[in-house]
């Protein structure tokens, strides 16, 4: 407990414990350096620079994530709370970060890259050849970076305030991301238009949110809240109206069901690398906030907002599930099942325990690999306009390129929760941290979903190897050295989570306590 | 419970095919012969090491023997734990004979269809599967660590799955897919028993775990139990195949290579009647009691309503498939009929059918790859052309009718003699499925060699061509088994029948008083 500036008559600033907030000073810091080398280096020195400095920076966010971890306070006036979650998730948050980020950077598979700065000069117009000509947009880095800090300084935001900055942080850069492909320019606009439109709303709703709690408590500290909770004095109307509001916030970035709409979309029409971004370290930091959120600050009291969450996992769990069954485009069935897999880690969530805190951290650090490679492999299934994300089009894979088609059922399998990857381990974890809590019905719902969801991705592993290639199937570029690295992380780190999960497994269970 | 061999049979007789699959899948396309005979090479030496286990494995000595335990996941109780009591053993010993003989039975299918068309499938990718399929299905049968037997159980679908998807014949994608999604949603509520159960563990003995022994001696709730038994049986119940849960063989074994099929009919499937066994028996006492009536009814629906569906069939896989489906439901009646014998019968039917429809699979593949086509109609009169080849098909299908001096005769009037003392109607009722599986057998037999010749089978070049010297080698260990555990079954029973009687005495039933034939082994 760090807080005694509220004595003080006149404005005094808060102890800051500098080395705490040193991984998010890093990736701002870094970011802001990647702003000005925008601005004051020339075009062909900016790509190098600016990847440098990402990756630079994220490796050393992660040194100083290590380098702090075992300790538990807060700072900051209790604005940022350094405790096990927090650094646990910082830490997923720079290791995916750094393995979205090699995808970002990544030149060879699309010569030039990903991205334009100008996304919105109209096509074929002379402007429009001579951007085509360049190379990408450089601005992606630092966005990026920004984006990343804000994830880091949101699951280590102690009051609502902050949580709320942070949440602000890392959704406006991704919004950016969203509409800056080199390739089907419309679709990643209109996906930045929606992802923005609704994301502004939920925000919305998440300061309103804010707002009715600080009528309820007094204050929006974690520790007040889960003080004022606790009494039985209080208008429980305003407490209801805001975590229900707070809820809608924090449950529309991790892509629940009913919140989830915008993930389809906005998943098929973001550059790939961003998605693959937005799928492993959204998710990490959404499921942070929400930890925090239902474990910390609202305990189970005068409200018991669990049935409505239960409710939410098992129709996020089902709807994931069974609309990934209809789909025809692998970005958009690797969408649905993202939004089945909010359902499986929310499961860890509601066990409300320590073993369903660790076993939730594991499973978005177990997902976030898997899925970081899987986008990986969909960068390099390509035919000249880009792209092949049909699943007509990747037919036959398995006989054009066994490598690729091998390591991508493999990823599949592990979605589908075989064991000996870490799909299994992971979903072993939170589906026995709930039952041991008694969510006996989320558990059910869980298997039957994950059933259901194994026939989707069977059929991506039908197509690749028992049907027959057709005369168009893509060619499978030969990944750079960045993906191709990308993607060996991403895969080692699902099968090696799933072969030999004891030593993240108790890091995780080691770092579930929180500090208020 | 540790046995006195310090040597770890269990786990090198698991990595043994493991090390085989990786082998066989690093070498080069373009020589076959060299990955078909490493290949070979590895399963026989599977064979060899299994026979070294048999003959240290000691009949009257400690329940499970074998045993080894390394630890593996700490936090959630998990370990590398093996061993095998008799049960388990037989069905190793199965294994390790049949995956050698089906390796040489399957030596051309990857390099065409059953149906003749010229394959483009890999080679060493075929080989490499059936490797791994052996050694995921030995980790089912050697695992006792109830997570270990999950991880294996789960893990079998993924070859079997590359097996009849990449390499079946006509409608092998749809078969693959189904197999797998029916398996799938199967595991998925044993997994959620299984998490059930590890969670009362946590609660009764202070720490959870896994471990087979710890787990059999909890007290769980009747309520409860009848819960977490429904989650496994359902599991083993899709995997056996039992009625209702039945639909997907048919289309895997018609759809499959007919070696794979043996394999998937004779050893893969008989996870869940070893599962059945194994887990709902001991660990569920009070529930596998009380749910016994129902699952007996739908065993002996099995019985007869797959005999009579195979009398149907006219496609050759497709009508095996069934009568395999009659035979699960036979041993199922075996299982739950609670009484040594009958339950002794049941792990000898998981043996002998094994062997038998092994044969009779590899034998229609036989013929099938001779004719191009896997329908009856496509046959008639093929005896003239094959006398051989006939003949042997002629044994394999009585040896799955059952016929007196066939391996499988010991093991089903073991069934339906052990049932008969405690079930009485549902042992005459299922003897009717013996008639049926003389009707299914003998016309099959009829329709396809003997009669009038058809004469499209003059015209198919290979049908000229009667067993070829691997056919021969193919054959004859099976012939052989069958015909020597046919007049000779002690042995196996030696090794069987103690693991069962402690399995019912896990269970808290002892054999009724002896009416009748009790007392002779």
């Known amino acids: 407990m760090a807080t005694r500036l509220l004595a003080a008559p006149e404005l005094k600033l808060p102890d800051i414990d500098y080395a705490a907030l040193a991984p998010m000073l890093i990736l701002f810091g870094a970011a802001c350096v990647g702003v ?41 006036g209790a604005a940022i709370a350094v405790d096990g979650p927090a650094l646990f998730l910082q830490g997923t948050v720079a290791v995916l970060g750094l393995v979205a980020m090699l995808l970002i950077a990544d030149r060879t598979v699309e010569p030039g890259g990903s991205f334009i700065s100008q996304a919105s000069v109209a096509v074929g117009t002379p402007a429009d ?94 520790a007040g809240l889960r003080r004022a909770v606790g009494e039985t004095d209080r208008n429980s109307t305003l407490l209801v109206l805001g975590l229900s509001m707070l809820a809608v916030g924090l449950l ?124 990986g492999i969909v960068t390099l299934v390509r035919d000249p306009d880009g792209e092949a994300t049909h699943l007509a089009r990747w037919a036959g894979l398995g006989r054009r390129s066994p490598l690729v088609a091998a390591l991508f059922t493999f990823l599949l399998l592990a979605f589908v929760g075989i064991p000996l990857t870490s799909g299994f381990t992971s979903k072993f974890a939170v589906f026995s941290a709930a039952l041991g809590a008694d969510q006996v019905a989320l558990v059910i719902v869980g298997m039957v979903s994950s059933a259901i969801l194994a026939f989707p991705y069977l059929r991506v592993v039908v197509l690749m190897y028992l049907s027959e290639p057709a005369e168009d199937t893509p060619t499978v570029s030969v990944p750079g050295v960045f993906t191709a690295t990308s993607l060996t992380i991403g895969v080692l780190a699902t099968a090696v989570l799933g072969l030999a999960p004891e030593a993240v497994l108790d890091i995780a269970s080691q770092a579930a306590g929180f500090v208020t | 419970m540790t046995g006195m061999q310090a040597f770890p049979f269990l786990s090198v007789l698991t990595l043994l095919p493991l090390v085989g699959a990786i082998v066989v899948a690093t070498l080069p396309r373009d020589n076959p012969r060299l990955v078909k005979a490493t290949a070979l090479g590895f399963s026989l030496a599977v064979a060899a090491f299994a026979g070294l286990m048999w003959a240290a494995y000691n009949v009257t000595g400690d329940r499970f023997q074998f045993r080894e335990s390394y630890p593996w996941i700490p936090q959630w109780g998990v370990k590398f734990t093996f061993a095998a009591d008799g049960i388990a053993l037989v069905m190793l010993a199965l294994i390790a004979i049949l995956t050698p003989i089906v390796i040489l039975a399957s030596w051309h299918d990857a390099e065409r269809t059953d149906t003749g068309e010229p394959g483009r499938r890999s080679v060493p990718a075929f080989f490499a599967l059936l490797l791994a399929l052996e050694c995921t299905m030995i980790g089912v049968f050697a695992a006792a660590d109830v997570f270990l037997f999950f991880v294996f159980f789960e893990a079998m679908l993924v070859p079997m799955y590359f097996l009849i998807g990449s390499f079946g014949g006509a409608r092998r994608q749809y078969a693959a897919v189904k197999f797998f999604v029916y398996s799938l949603a199967g595991s ?49 119940a899709v995997k056996a195949p039992f009625f209702p849960f039945h639909t997907w063989l048919p289309d895997a074994g018609g759809a499959a290579p007919a070696g794979t099929a043996a394999i998937l009919v004779g050893v893969l499937d008989k996870a869940g009647t070893f599962g059945m066994l194994r887990y709902c028996l001991p660990l569920f006492p009070d529930a596998s009691r009380y749910f016994a009536p129902m699952v007996l009814v739908i065993a002996l629906i099995g019985v007869l309503y797959a005999a009579l569906l195979a009398i149907g069939q006219n496609d050759l896989k497709r009508l095996v498939s069934y009568t395999s489906i009659s035979h699960f439901g036979f041993i199922g009646i075996g299982i739950f009929a609670f009484t ?140 052989a088994l069958i015909l020597l555990l046919g007049v000779y079954p002690k042995p196996v029973i030696d090794v069987i029948e103690p693991a069962v009687q402690a399995t019912l005495s896990d269970l808290g039933v002892s054999d009724p008083v002896p009416s009748s034939a009790k007392g002779d082994k």
């Open chain 1, 252 to 375: 529309f970035k991790a892509a629940a069901v009913p919140f989830h709409v915008w993930t389809p979309d906005v998943y098929q029409g973001a550059p790939t690398p961003v998605t693959a971004l937005m799928a492993a370290c959204t998710k990490a930091a959404a499921f942070g906030g929400l930890l925090r959120v239902f474990v910390i600050a609202f305990p189970v009291g005068a409200v018991d907002w669990r049935p409505v969450l239960v409710v939410i996992a098992i129709v996020t769990m089902l709807v994931g599930a069974i609309l990934a069954v209809t789909q025809t485009d692998i970005k958009r069935l690797l969408a649905y099942s993202s939004i089945a897999n909010a359902g499986y880690a929310l499961t860890g969530v509601l066990a409300l325990n320590r073993e369903g805190v660790a076993s939730t951290m594991f499973y978005v650090l177990a997902y976030g690999f898997a899925v970081l490679a899987a986008f």
């Open chain 2, 188 to 236: 998925a509520l044993l997994l959620a028993a299984l998490i059930g159960l590890w969670v009362i563990s946590a609660d009764q003995l202070g720490q959870a775990t896994f471990d087979w022994a710890k787990l059999s001696q909890l007290d769980i709730s009747q309520n409860t139990q009848r819960w977490l038994f429904l989650g496994f049986f359902v599991a083993f």
């Open chain 1, 36 to 76: 000005l080398v925008e601005a004051f280096v020339p075009r062909r020195l900016r790509y190098r620079l600016q990847v440098s400095l990402a990756i630079g920076g994220l490796v050393a966010a992660l040194v100083m994530v290590v380098v702090v971890s075992g300790r538990r306070f807060t700072t900051a």
């Open chain 2, 340 to 479: 040594s014998q009958a339950g002794t019968g049941a792990v000898l039917y998981m043996v002998t059918h094994g062997l038998a429809t092994g044969l009779l699979f590899l034998v229609v593949g036989m013929l099938v790859v001779r004719r191009g086509s896997a329908l009856i109609s496509d046959f008639g009169g093929a005896g003239k052309l094959l006398p051989v080849l006939s003949g042997v098909f002629f044994i394999a299908g009585l040896a799955s009718l059952s016929l007196p001096g066939t391996a499988p005769f010991v093991s089903e009037f073991l069934v339906l003699l052990g049932a008969f003392s405690t079930n009485q109607w549902v042992a005459v009722l299922a003897t009717l499925g013996v008639v049926l599986g003389a009707g299914y057998v003998l016309w099959m037999y009829q329709r396809t060699m003997q009669g009038t010749l058809n004469p499209t089978l003059t015209e198919a070049p290979r049908m000229r061509q009667d067993l070829t010297r691997r056919e021969v080698v193919v054959v004859a260990p099976l012939v």
């Open chain 1, 129 to 222: 050849r001579q951007q085509s000509s360049q190379p990408g947009a450089t601005e992606v880095y630092p966005l990026a970076l920004f984006a990343l800090g804000g994830m880091m300084m949101f699951v280590a935001a102690n009051d609502l305030l902050t949580l709320f900055v942070a949440l602000e942080v890392f959704s406006l850069p991704l919004y950016l991301l969203c509409g800056l492909a080199r390739r089907r320019r419309l679709l990643s606009q209109e996906a930045a238009v929606k992802y923005f439109l609704l994301g502004a709303f939920s925000s919305a709703f998440f300061l309103y949110g804010v707002a009715l709690l600080y009528g309820f408590a007094g204050t929006v500290q974690m």
